[in-house]
């Protein structure tokens, strides 16, 4: 007894505790509890350390839909991790140094891998939606457009042909929920069933999402950064402003929708990135199932539809900016131990073409908002001598949600002497603060 009045938690939560549970994690549909005994946690501090029972009792319960959504937009770079303490999914991607350099967080225990894009396999979820087609002519269509090279844009296709999109967007959310609820029990975290999440409203009370709700904020500079199909952009807005787009959501961040063309409905769906600010997958029946399917009007107007028009911006494909420097003695190779001759360095040519950057992006920020390096590409192709006045031009080339890629050059009197491509990322500077001295 007096071990037990030692090791009682705070008394903020001491409804959770019991004469038989040392934590109550919840209760059964007949009212009986279940948790986690004073006898597991005993065992378990003799045998795993106090560290690993604190964090199994403070699991939170998961939404299998939230689950699902997450995974739904899993890319074939992205790793992505849930944190049992917190409740919140967390990713990074192997071809970004700034997330790369944040992966480490993962390592500690709170983190649990979520299954990749390989370990849930689109394609057996359409193999097992093929046969599971009651109608004997569909069924065998879908079937056969699975085989061989191509069979994801032909199934796609097929679907569209034997009018079963929206039945197939179904079996594959469902599928989404299965996989998530297999993926919870092998870890041992607690999860809320699809009728919990949505019928249960004392649950959803009880069990808050602390994660920011998403809002798409798509900027007409991303999806034309994204491969499009020519003028369909601006076609895209003028079916928008016809009006009649309808569209539902169907998850975190995945959308489904119906476009007027040619006096019918052209089904589309759109899976937008966790800031909401990229799409990062999409589907029309304009590009079939290609891998990296062009972005068409119906696209373009879906977007534009849910996240209620336009987002006016600054931040637009082709803006340039200009800066100017003279070399000094201060920033020759020489002064910057980077060479040994009197010339223009090379560190300071590239710190130009940044600035150059950064200027450019001095209007497009939102207040509390600054721009990072991520990458950046140049040569140095032609020496400038000491009174030589340098010249740095930094053009926007692409834009994909928070990240900006740009051309950027140098040049003195005598023409160009460096060129090459930098890529920024827009980020809060409190939170990014925070990273650095965390």
Known sequence: MNKRKKDRLPEE???????RFYYIAGYTSGGAPFGVTW??????????????????????????????????????????????????????????????????????????????????????????FAESVSDRQKREMLCVALNGRGAFRRFKDTLDRVQLVDEWYEYKRKAYIRVAREWCERYDIPYLDNEEAFDDESAQQSEPDNSEPLAPAVLLATLESHNHIVGDIERGVKVYNSGGVEFEESGSGFYLARVPHKGGLKTVSVTFSHDGQDIIQHYCACSGWDREPPVCRHVVATVLAIQGGIVESSLVLGKTATVRSTVTEDNTAKAMRSGSLDVFATPMMIALMEQAACECLYDCLDEGQTSVGSSINVEHTKPSPVGAEITATATIEFVFGRRVEFIVTASDVSGEIGKGRHNRSIVDKDRFSKKIYR
């Open 13 to 19: 939560h001491c409804d959770y505790q019991d004469d």
């Open 39 to 128: 006898e597991e946690m005993e065992l378990n501090k003799c045998e795993k350390g106090q560290i690993s029972i604190r964090r199994k009792i403070m699991y939170k319960k998961l939404d299998l839909n939230k689950a699902a959504g997450e995974f739904e937009i899993i890319g074939p770079e992205t790793h992505l991790f849930y944190n049992v303490e917190t409740g919140e999914f967390d990713h990074y991607n192997d071809y970004m140094e700034a997330d790369i350099a944040d992966s480490e967080k993962f390592d500690d225990d709170a983190w649990v891998a979520a299954p990749s894009q390989w370990d849930i396999s689109d394609f057996n979820i359409m193999t097992d």
